[in-house]
């Protein structure tokens, strides 16, 4: 398990008021990256002119022509972490203490991987920490969030409507109706749900970065390594959960969790490195196939929201295929055994 840096586990979310401020730079954390810049300049073309600002290389999710773009340009939204304090002011603790994640991992991986030295405890810890980032902070996982909790708001609402003409019988009934936890710590009220719905980035982000990172920290770690010249690509998305067992199981049961054994966490790091998190024993640098490299980036870009990222201005027809449903999928067991057939051999 990772060692993790002091502030991760006392994280100062303090306000800012960056309307009173004329610090020129205080006025650039209104531009708020979903994924860091600093990340995705790894992937800047390796022969830009010096007198060119670098770029990267960036296509729709489906295709079409890659156009260049530089990484301070990509991936950003205006606010998307700063919060409202009590008097109108920006808080800014979240987009700064994120950036200290970043300055982390970016010299992680100046000074360990890009060498390819043995990465100590605290360093797995940084990469456990940015990992658990980077799947939490897209706008993917926010609208995510809030569509998992937009139901329970909308059962607390009309609940709340009733409430103000039920009669105090009526009142009494649904108080007896209504199971009482031991603990009422792990319970939300009304409106610390609809904060989550209307802000989940502000509410969620930190709590889910700091209960992750230490079970990502429990997980094999090992980083895969690759000398093609296109490598690793990486998207809006770029730290993908996915269980390749999870299609034998039924569907109910197909969601990808922590706890199966079959996790895997696949988290480009640099064209030449992916970070690859296990259950299975695998550890330290491992140099893979090309067979194994294009999986990979096939995973990554059906995992983008919206766009992905190479080093060169080109794709691979592998990226994009399907493939064809195992014939020992759920469904086509199911189906066999309603019919009494056998799997094919």
């Not at 100062?12 to 994924?35: G, Y």
């Not at 039920?166 to 009422?184: F, H, Q, V, Y």
Request: glycine share 6%.
């Amino acid at each position: 398990m990772g060692n993790f840096p002091t502030f991760f586990f006392n994280w100062e979310i303090s306000p800012i008021d960056c309307s009173s401020a004329r610090d020129p730079k205080m006025a650039k954390n209104k531009n708020q990256h979903t994924v860091p810049a600093c990340y995705l300049k790894a992937w800047c073309q390796p022969d830009t002119p010096k007198n060119q600002t670098p770029w990267v290389w960036v296509s729709e999710k489906d295709g079409g022509e890659p156009r260049r773009k530089a990484p301070e340009k990509l991936f950003r939204k205006t606010d998307f972490y700063t919060g409202t304090g009590a008097g109108g002011e920006r808080l800014l603790g979240i987009e700064i203490t994120l950036g200290r994640i970043e300055t982390l991992f970016t010299r992680v991986r100046n000074k360990a991987l890009n060498y390819e030295k043995s990465l100590t405890a605290e360093e797995r810890g940084i990469l456990c920490m940015f990992a658990a980032a980077a799947h939490a902070r897209t706008p993917a996982q926010r609208d995510h969030i809030r569509k998992q909790w937009t139901h329970p708001l909308a059962m607390m609402d009309e609940l709340a409507e009733y409430m103000k003409t039920a009669t105090p019988e009526n009142k009494r009934k649904l108080a007896s109706m209504t199971p009482r936890s031991a603990d009422a710590k792990g319970s939300l009220d009304h409106g610390q749900v609809r904060a989550i719905v209307e802000n989940p980035m502000q509410t969620l982000l930190v709590p889910t970065i700091r209960a992750v990172a230490p079970l990502l920290g429990r997980l094999d770690m090992a980083v895969l390594q690759t000398d093609d010249s296109l490598g690793f690509i990486t998207s809006d998305n770029p730290c993908v959960w996915s269980d390749p067992e999870a299609y034998k199981r039924p569907p109910l049961y197909q969601s990808v969790g922590l706890n199966r054994k079959s996790i895997e966490i696949t988290m480009p790091l640099s064209p030449r490195h992916c970070l690859f998190l296990n259950r299975n024993g695998l550890r330290g640098y491992i140099p893979i196939a090309q067979t194994v490299v294009d999986d990979i980036n096939r995973t990554t870009r059906f995992a983008a929201a919206e766009h992905f990222v190479t080093r060169l201005p080109m794709h691979r027809p592998i990226w994009f295929d399907r493939g064809v449903e195992p014939d020992d999928s759920w469904e086509k067991t199911k189906t066999r055994a309603k019919r009494g057939d056998q799997p094919n051999n």
